[in-house]
């Protein structure tokens, strides 16, 4: 018999599966769900079921212990030997947990170290800033911290502090920078509370230059008053490396007012030099050769101030006086010196070295001694700031 749709009734509500693998994989690929799909899809995992102790144990590890690192953190508590966790007793000493404790107990005191020392470091790191940038306003609540804090440069920490030799060089050259963009007055007060809070006023800029001479440079009578008055162990004599002194800056700028007060304390603009009187006295035009020991005094005397370029009262330096001489070892002694020889200086005849160089007779001497000087010539960056002074009328000035 056969239904509406001409198929025989009997195939309609047949419910029997194909039998074969074909007929099976048409089946599946007439399906609604894509071939593939249906044919890789696998059964669910049925999950054991285990005791209830061990679930709530697995699941106190999973939440607190759920990233690798805990894991092994966990692994490596539990491999942890019993003496580590027991109690301290007259018999049993625990191993890790002492060790740990000592860690700990280092840690805690370097950081505590560490942070005491931090606030003094940047303390004077702010004075250095303040000085560099001559930023007064900065420098002054700089000095009210360190009043507040009870400290002093010249003692522990700041006198132990790298920045505290900056400060003493910076300081130096504050009133000849100071005067120049803010208050002379206001920089001398704050100089000088520096210097009753343990600042070294005899700290040198990088030309030799002391506190002194830039306060005479610049005419800051406050300030010079107070040094000379109030410092006893100030080094008012201190030479920088042209040769000049403190009175000397003082006559170079016509600072009439400081006169008196250098001549008070006995400070001459034009000082003897004793390296070139123990030069000329131990001269023999005959027979002349340095020895050792001669050369360690000169040594000695350079140590001791800037001697090589002081010019005797006719405006002539050591080299001035070894040329003369056609001495050949004494000015390459002079021109390996750290502090080497000015060759741009005149003497009060308005000649230099070179023009002396020029009279020497021994040819193999002139040569020599030419290029030894010349060998000076080449230190540039030192030169050119050596050259920017020149001998003119028995006072250095600048060109």
Same mark, same amino acid.
């Given at each position: 018999?056969?239904?509406? $749709?001409?198929?025989?009734?009997? =195939?309609?509500?047949?419910? $029997?599966?194909?039998?074969?693998?074909?007929?099976?994989?048409?089946?599946?690929?007439?399906?609604?769900?894509?071939?593939?799909?249906? *044919?890789?899809?696998?059964?669910? /995992?049925?999950?054991?079921?285990?005791?209830?102790?061990?679930?709530?144990?697995?699941? *106190? &590890?999973?939440?607190?212990?759920?990233?690798?690192? +805990?894991?092994?953190?966990?692994?490596?508590?539990?491999?942890?030997?019993?003496?580590?966790?027991? &109690?301290?007793?007259?018999?049993?000493? !625990?191993?890790?947990?002492?060790?740990?404790?000592?860690?700990?107990?280092?840690?805690?005191?370097?950081?505590?170290?560490? =942070?005491?020392?931090?606030?003094?470091?940047? /303390?004077?790191?702010?004075?250095?800033?303040?000085?560099?940038?001559?930023?007064?306003?900065?420098?002054?609540?700089?000095?009210? &911290?360190?009043?507040?804090?009870?400290?002093?440069?010249? %003692?522990?920490?700041?006198?132990? @502090?790298?920045?505290?030799?900056?400060?003493?060089?910076?300081?130096?050259? +504050?009133?000849?920078?100071?005067?120049?963009?803010?208050?002379?007055?206001?920089? #001398?007060?704050?100089?000088?509370?520096?210097?009753?809070?343990?600042?070294? !006023?005899?700290?040198?800029?990088?030309?030799?230059?002391?506190?002194? +001479?830039?306060?005479?440079?610049?005419?800051?009578?406050?300030?010079?008053?107070?040094?000379?008055?109030?410092?006893?162990?100030?080094?008012?004599?201190?030479?920088?490396?042209?040769?000049?002194?403190?009175?000397? +800056?003082?006559?170079?700028?016509?600072?009439? %007012?400081?006169?008196? @007060?250098?001549? %008070?304390?006995?400070?001459? !603009?034009?000082?003897? =030099?004793?390296?070139?009187?123990?030069?000329?006295?131990?001269?023999?035009?005959?027979?002349?050769?340095?020895?050792?020991?001669?050369? #360690?005094?000169?040594?000695?005397?350079?140590?001791?101030?800037?001697?090589?370029?002081?010019? #005797?009262?006719?405006?002539?330096?050591?080299?001035?006086?070894?040329?003369?001489?056609?001495?050949?070892?004494?000015? $390459?002694? @002079?021109?390996? %010196? *750290?502090?080497?020889?000015?060759?741009?200086?005149?003497?009060?005849?308005?000649? &230099?070295?070179? #023009?002396?160089?020029?009279?020497?007779?021994?040819?193999?001497?002139?040569?020599?001694?030419?290029?030894?000087?010349?060998?000076?010539?080449?230190?540039?960056?030192?030169?050119?700031? /050596?050259?920017?002074?020149?001998?003119?009328?028995?006072?250095?000035?600048?060109?």
């Amino acid at each position: 018999m056969r239904g509406s $749709s001409g198929i025989p009734k009997s =195939n309609i509500n047949s419910t $029997s599966a194909p039998t074969t693998t074909a007929d099976t994989n048409a089946e599946l690929k007439n399906s609604t769900e894509p071939y593939k799909r249906q *044919k890789t899809r696998k059964p669910p /995992l049925v999950k054991e079921r285990q005791p209830a102790y061990l679930q709530n144990k697995e699941a *106190k &590890t999973s939440t607190v212990f759920g990233s690798k690192e +805990m894991q092994q953190a966990l692994s490596f508590k539990e491999s942890v030997s019993p003496l580590s966790t027991q &109690t301290v007793n007259q018999h049993t000493v !625990p191993v890790l947990s002492s060790t740990g404790k000592n860690f700990e107990e280092k840690i805690a005191k370097s950081s505590i170290s560490r =942070n005491v020392n931090d606030f003094p470091n940047s /303390l004077a790191l702010r004075v250095q800033s303040a000085l560099a940038a001559h930023d007064l306003d900065q420098l002054n609540n700089a000095l009210d &911290t360190i009043e507040k804090k009870s400290l002093r440069f010249d %003692q522990p920490p700041l006198s132990e @502090l790298r920045a505290s030799k900056e400060i003493r060089v910076k300081a130096a050259a +504050m009133p000849s920078a100071v005067s120049t963009y803010y208050s002379a007055d206001k920089a #001398d007060t704050l100089l000088i509370r520096m210097i009753r809070l343990g600042l070294n !006023p005899n700290g040198e800029d990088e030309y030799g230059n002391t506190m002194l +001479m830039h306060a005479c440079k610049s005419g800051n009578l406050t300030l010079t008053t107070f040094l000379l008055t109030e410092c006893p162990n100030l080094n008012k004599d201190r030479l920088n490396i042209f040769g000049q002194t403190a009175a000397t +800056m003082a006559y170079n700028y016509n600072n009439v %007012q400081l006169y008196p @007060l250098l001549e %008070q304390a006995d400070i001459s !603009p034009r000082p003897d =030099n004793p390296a070139i009187r123990f030069y000329l006295s131990s001269f023999d035009i005959a027979d002349y050769g340095s020895s050792d020991s001669e050369t #360690d005094e000169y040594v000695d005397l350079f140590k001791d101030n800037n001697y090589m370029n002081l010019a #005797d009262e006719n405006g002539q330096t050591l080299l001035f006086h070894a040329v003369i001489h056609a001495d050949v070892d004494f000015v $390459s002694f @002079l021109c390996e %010196q *750290k502090n080497f020889p000015n060759v741009s200086l005149r003497d009060k005849k308005q000649k &230099t070295v070179f #023009d002396y160089i020029d009279q020497i007779k021994d040819p193999r001497k002139k040569k020599e001694i030419r290029q030894c000087i010349y060998r000076v010539s080449l230190k540039a960056d030192s030169l050119q700031k /050596l050259t920017k002074f020149t001998y003119s009328g028995g006072v250095l000035e600048k060109d």
